[in-house]
């Protein structure tokens, strides 16, 4: 169980704070100089250098947004154009990309961070632009959203496996319909037939959390709230749940963590956006008002999982279940050990989760003091250990910036040293982004500047 420190504030990190951007700069600057593109998008490091791993196209939306949140953290003009200079060369194949699940994250990183940037006038308003960027999400919204599996009652966003399948993953990725849709779009299908986009997004939300998410309720022998299941499966001949299941977890039937820091954040944000915007609901007001209290109950239980399944410093292990877990004896009353000799940790979790903790926490306050002070301690609680070494990346030959990050431990993707047991000391595109939202986050808080989220700038888009 996590050891949360009551006494830090976001202000104590600004020294470290100001230091982590300093090394980030060097970090993109290394990738853009060295990277060989023929290989394809960045996705994770080996022997420090970043390398790609053919799957889906999921990553290079972090490399690019990168350099815009360099840009919004430090005012630094050449991480924006670079960002800018990129989103327009190589992200337009990420708008119309309809085999993946991963719209939310390759397209809100890029062209939704330059479009809350210029809303928020950090950038020159410009209307072609502002409109490019906007057409970008809208388009992307609609292509994602049309990966579609109708159910009893609703539907899902299905994975890149197939139409029987739902990711938990893509509880952040469904933020892109959800902005298309401020923007006035929808899907116009066969027939000219309408669909909405908002109704899609909350569907899909309930399914996510109805299926991937487990609540002590006795659904199954392993039914521990909080608990989550990376792939839910679905018999698509007549639309009925059939399993839990695991493509990057050890099984269905125990929780990977990253899988389990995706529902954390996500959930927390669809819960800042139901309970924050104001969205036309075309007389679905109890539906509105029924999706905030499934996002508020699954935030919560995945939020106080990771803090009673976490290693004492709240850096998780790769799977709560994984075998080796067994052999380090009382894990979990003791800080995690990323060299340890059988089973890696995955500090991408942490940087995602943590994020989670503070946003669900921040959204708490004045609604549930004592629950809001957990979380949100938890949250800076966590952050404090990633500002640190082990964590934090500070070798100027390693182009990664969060260390002991994993991708497919049962694929055994990742770079293992010479005489290791486990992989570690290697970084990825989505720990190193996530890592740079997180601080960015604190950052912004702290200096008392506007609150970051994926619609805040969004919310009068006719302006």
């Not at 308003?125 to 072609?128: G, I, S």
């Not at 695991?246 to 269905?252: A, K, V």
């Not at 009353?333 to 995690?336: D, K, S």
């Not at 049962?410 to 993707?413: M, T």
């Given at each position: 169980?996590?050891?949360?420190?009551?006494?830090l504030?976001?202000d104590?990190?600004?020294p470290?704070?100001d230091?982590?951007?300093e090394?980030?700069?060097a970090?993109i600057?290394?990738i853009?100089?060295h990277?060989?593109?023929?290989k394809?998008?960045?996705v994770?490091t080996?022997a420090?250098k970043?390398t790609t791993?053919?799957?889906?196209?999921w990553?290079?939306?972090?490399?690019?947004?990168?350099?815009?949140?360099?840009?919004?953290?430090?005012?630094?003009?050449y991480?924006?154009e670079?960002?800018?200079?990129e989103?327009v060369?190589?992200?337009?194949?990420h708008?119309g990309h309809f085999?993946?699940?991963?719209?939310?994250?390759?397209?809100l990183s890029t062209?939704?961070?330059?479009?809350r940037?210029?809303?928020?006038s950090r950038?020159p308003?410009?209307?072609?632009e502002r409109h490019?960027y906007?057409?970008a999400?809208k388009?992307?919204?609609?292509i994602q959203?049309?990966?579609w599996?109708?159910?009893p009652?609703?539907?899902?966003i299905?994975?890149f496996n197939?139409?029987?399948?739902?990711?938990?993953?893509?509880?952040?990725t469904v933020?892109i319909?959800?902005?298309s849709?401020l923007f006035?779009h929808?899907?116009?299908d066969e027939n000219d037939?309408?669909?909405d986009?908002l109704e899609?997004?909350?569907?899909?939300v309930?399914?996510t959390a109805k299926?991937a998410?487990f609540?002590?309720?006795g659904?199954?022998?392993?039914?521990?709230?909080?608990?989550?299941?990376?792939?839910?499966?679905?018999n698509?001949?007549?639309?009925n749940?059939?399993?839990p299941n695991?493509?990057?977890?050890?099984?269905?039937?125990t929780?990977?963590t990253?899988?389990?820091?995706?529902?954390?954040?996500?959930f927390?944000?669809q819960?800042e956006?139901?309970s924050?915007?104001s969205?036309?609901?075309d007389?679905?007001?109890?539906?509105m008002?029924?999706i905030?209290s499934?996002?508020d109950k699954?935030?919560r239980a995945?939020?106080d999982?990771?803090?009673?399944?976490t290693p004492?410093?709240?850096?998780?292990?790769?799977?709560?279940?994984?075998?080796?877990?067994?052999?380090?004896?009382?894990?979990l009353?003791?800080?995690?050990d990323?060299?340890n000799?059988y089973e890696p940790?995955?500090?991408?979790?942490?940087?995602i989760?943590a994020?989670?903790l503070l946003?669900?926490g921040?959204?708490?306050r004045?609604?549930?003091?004592?629950a809001s002070?957990r979380?949100w301690?938890?949250?800076?609680?966590?952050?404090?250990?990633?500002?640190?070494?082990?964590y934090l990346?500070t070798?100027?030959?390693?182009q990664g910036?969060l260390l002991?990050?994993?991708?497919?431990r049962?694929?055994?993707?990742d770079?293992?040293p010479a005489?290791?047991?486990?992989?570690?000391?290697?970084?990825s595109?989505w720990?190193d982004y996530?890592?740079?939202?997180l601080?960015?986050y604190?950052q912004r808080?702290?200096?008392?500047?506007?609150y970051?989220?994926?619609f805040h700038a969004?919310?009068n888009?006719?302006?």
């Open positions: 169980m996590i050891t949360i420190d009551q006494s504030t976001p104590y990190f600004i470290a704070i230091r982590f951007w090394l980030s700069a970090k600057q290394s853009l100089k990277y060989d593109r023929r394809g998008s960045p994770f080996a420090g970043y791993r053919g799957w889906t196209e990553t290079q939306g972090f490399e690019f947004g990168s350099a815009i949140l360099q840009y919004d953290a430090t005012g630094d003009a991480f924006l670079l960002g800018r200079k989103t060369d190589k992200m337009a194949s708008v085999g993946v699940h991963d719209h939310g994250f390759n397209n062209y939704g961070n330059l479009l940037l210029m809303r928020e950038l308003m410009n209307l072609w490019f906007e057409l999400i388009l992307s919204g609609a959203a049309h990966r599996t109708t159910i009652g609703g539907g899902y299905y994975s197939g139409p029987h399948s739902l990711f938990v993953d893509t509880i952040r933020r319909l959800e902005v849709h006035g929808a899907i116009w037939i309408r669909i986009l899609r997004a909350v569907q899909h309930q399914a299926y998410v609540y002590g309720e659904s199954d022998m392993y039914d521990v709230r909080g608990r989550v299941a990376h792939e839910s499966v679905f698509v001949n007549d639309g749940y059939r399993c695991s493509q990057q977890g050890y099984s269905g039937f929780t990977w990253r899988g389990l820091a995706w529902a954390m954040l996500g927390a944000e819960l956006f139901f924050e915007v969205v036309v609901t007389g679905r007001a109890k539906e008002e029924a905030e499934t996002c699954a935030a995945v939020c999982f990771y803090l009673e399944h004492i410093d709240g850096i998780p292990y790769w799977d709560t279940g994984a075998p080796g877990l067994v052999q380090l004896g009382d894990y009353n003791r800080p995690a990323p060299f000799g940790v995955d500090s991408s979790a942490a940087a989760g994020q989670g946003r669900l921040h959204h708490l004045n609604r549930d003091e004592s002070t979380y301690q938890g949250g800076l609680t966590i952050l404090k250990r990633l500002l640190e070494e082990p990346s070798h100027s030959e390693h910036l002991h990050s994993i991708y497919h049962p694929n055994g993707w770079y293992q005489g290791s047991a486990i992989p570690y000391g290697e970084s595109m720990g996530h890592f740079r939202e601080v960015l604190v808080i702290a200096q008392q500047g506007p970051h989220s994926f969004l919310t888009p006719n302006e």
